[in-house]
């Protein structure tokens, strides 16, 4: 039987929002780093960085996980490249805005693909008009998207859809942190045809290689680590509205550290966006409240659960559906 996610769904809010917050400004620091890299080597080091720091302080005991667990965690490593390396090739043709944006498809169809609720579907609904909008507003714009680029994120975000649903599978296969651990070493030792040439260049430069550990931490170690656990506590549907926060961060990132522009139709989606967000974690509040009254109700004196009794409701968010 598969586990339940956690009862208390607002730490895993939390958690989704953090990681909303830590993506972005990584990617943005990640963005200086292109010129002297590349795209495919900035990916690649900040992966092992991030598969090192994670190794040592979770240190995983693999040797008794079993072949489905190894599965799990190695389509966990192969997402890993390929959300992060055509996100990193996508930003370094588009701006940081408009590409997680685009991205932001994966993850709002598998959370089209997993809603159950009307509501649930109507706050998609608002989260799909803000990702258009921002859309929009990139074609629109001063700066003209370039095609390659919005292929690369197309294809990235595919990748994040599979990231999704290998991470919330790692999560309930392996306790702790150790399939997140392994998936990353699965992932830097794909991309080693790009992290040596890249390595060799920053090993001469501790300006870079500051930066590239920075954007290890910003963009590996704290959001996947925060995700992984998140999953734990909120189905896979309702992480991936939550996610929508990601482009309004992504927004100010690029606005702080890039000098990209913010029109006034970003703003307006970025409002559709919060809203989403904002309202999906309402909702969430509001089904844990009913289900505590209604436990409550079920223990009072008289109270019984006899053969026409309806089964007992079971508090806390659904649980992540299963593959």
């Known amino acids: 039987m598969n586990p339940r996610p956690d009862s208390r769904p607002a730490v895993g809010i939390a958690l ?17 780093l292109f010129p002297a890299l590349g795209a495919w080597g900035v990916t690649s080091l900040r992966i092992s960085i991030a598969a090192l720091v994670v190794l040592i302080a979770v240190r995983p005991r693999m040797h008794r996980w079993n072949r489905e667990q190894w599965t799990a965690t190695i389509l966990f490593g192969v997402s890993l490249v390929g959300m992060n390396g055509f996100f990193y090739a996508a930003i370094d043709r588009i701006p940081l805005g408009p590409a997680v944006a685009i991205e932001f498809i994966g993850p ?8 159950r609720r009307l509501m649930d579907a109507a706050w998609v609904g608002v989260a799909v008009v803000g990702i258009v909008l921002l859309g929009v507003d990139g074609m629109i714009g001063a700066d ?23 991470s919330a599978r790692v999560g309930r296969l392996i306790p702790g942190s150790g399939g997140l651990a ?20 920053v090993a001469g430069d501790p300006q870079l290689l500051l930066l ?30 939550l996610l929508s926060l990601e482009p309004v961060f992504a927004t100010l990132a690029g606005l702080l550290l890039l000098g990209q522009q913010v029109t006034p139709l970003r703003i307006v989606a970025v409002a559709f966006v919060v809203a989403a967000s904002v309202g999906t974690t309402l ?4 089904r844990r409240r009913a289900d505590r009254e209604a436990e409550d109700t079920a223990t009072e004196p008289g109270a019984h659960n006899g053969p026409d009794d309806p089964p007992p409701i079971l508090t806390g968010p659904l649980p992540v559906v299963p593959n």
């Open 283 to 286: 909702a969430i509040r509001g």
């Open 212 to 241: 590239a550990a920075l954007t290890a931490v910003l963009s590996s170690v704290i959001p996947y680590t925060f995700e992984l656990a998140a999953l734990r506590r909120i189905p896979q549907r309702v992480f991936g509205i």
């Open 108 to 115: 709002l169809v598998v959370a089209a693909v997993l809603t």
């Open 16 to 32: 989704v929002i953090g990681s909303c917050l830590s993506l972005p400004f990584g990617a943005a620091v990640a963005a200086h």
């Open 144 to 166: 003209p998207l370039d095609p390659l680029g919005v292929v690369f994120v197309l294809i990235a975000a595919a990748f994040w859809a599979m990231y999704i649903r290998m």
């Open 182 to 201: 392994m998936a990353l070493v699965v992932a830097a030792v794909i991309l080693i045809p790009f992290g040596v040439p890249a390595a060799a260049t």
